[in-house]
């Protein structure tokens, strides 16, 4: 069993794959993994005792060169361990493993390969000119025509695939991912607002929480996160003599532009940056609000986290979010709308006996609806 993905950095994506690689039963599957660099999600797997393989010339950006040697990379890797079955995750990993699979199964004439794809959120669903989102939808097509069945982690995006013609409905088949509740570990909010003032140099704890919400996200630090939609909240929060401060958690290339933005904004008292805290879902009880301001999403991890800590959240009306949260377990916004945001985040701080009955519905829902379980026995029958 190969588990193929174009980073080896710990997002949703690299937790998908760990925990399918770490649950698989032992007497029917031999997990091995596939990726990009040594990251986080690497070490994890070799710590497990998955073998791990990296491809060197695996990267997100487009490079011809680098990719036809990762292609080299996967098609000679595909020779020596000679998998029964290949599960491929990320748009850049699907399209070159996808070419590699299919000379190889031609190559050893081994048509029982089975080779399969999961969407985490479709390329194409990125704001872009209409040019780029044509390109992204004809090579999406071309990915999807390699595998015999493509798992969407959203009835969105299968629903989505559908109706842009990227791959026919038979191929198709949503499977929301799943967490193992034992796994989490939450610290208590006191110990975990500690850990967060420590890594942004505060010093007096009290003088910064005091009658004071604390509101975070957990996610990269890219356009796609939304970050700066939050920021733009704040101001307006800010505007409204609401006492608050926001912590917004992350890694990633949008950090510098996220901190001009909040010095642009004079909020330095008001928002912070945590970057590179891993993992950061046992310091989620830090906060009283959780807020994720995404513009695109598969089925976002980090919320089905937040509401086992049992966090009223805002979120964002995107990709399968509204799969998780309806009105009884949570705030909807529009993408890209810092008003209808700061709006939704003043609900919960106006209201907060509402946020408290709004977390606890949600608390039961991912424990009934999102069980790592529940994704493995799904991703095991699609298997068969």
Known sequence: MLYVITKSVWGGAGKYVYDLATNLPQTKFRPMVAAGGKGELAQKLIDAGIPYFEIKNFQRDVSILKDILAYFEIFFLLLKIRPDIIHVNSSKAGGIVGVAAMDYRFLTLNF??????????????????????????????????????????????????????????????????????????????????????EMCKISHMQNFTQKCDVIGTIGEFTKNKGQEYLIEAAQ???IKNLKFKILIVGWGEEISNLKSQISNLNLENDVFLINNLSPASPYLKAFDIFVLPSLKEGLPYTLLEAGLAGLPVVATKTGGIPEIISHDEGFLAEPADADDLAEKIEEIIDNPEKGKLLATNLWHKIVGEFSLEKMLNATLAAYE
């Open 112 to 197: 029982k390969l089975k080779i399969i794809f999961t969407a985490h959120g479709w390329a194409f669903h990125e704001s872009l000119p209409w040019r780029q989102l044509f390109l992204r939808k004809f090579f999406t097509k071309i990915t999807c025509f390699y595998y015999s069945k493509i798992i969407c982690v959203s009835e969105y995006d299968r629903l989505s695939a559908i109706k842009n013609r990227v791959a026919p409905a038979k191929k198709l088949i949503t499977i929301h991912n799943g967490i193992k509740m034992e796994d989490y570990q939450f610290s208590p909010k006191e110990e975990a607002r500690n850990k967060f003032f």
């Open 236 to 238: 307006k929060l800010k």
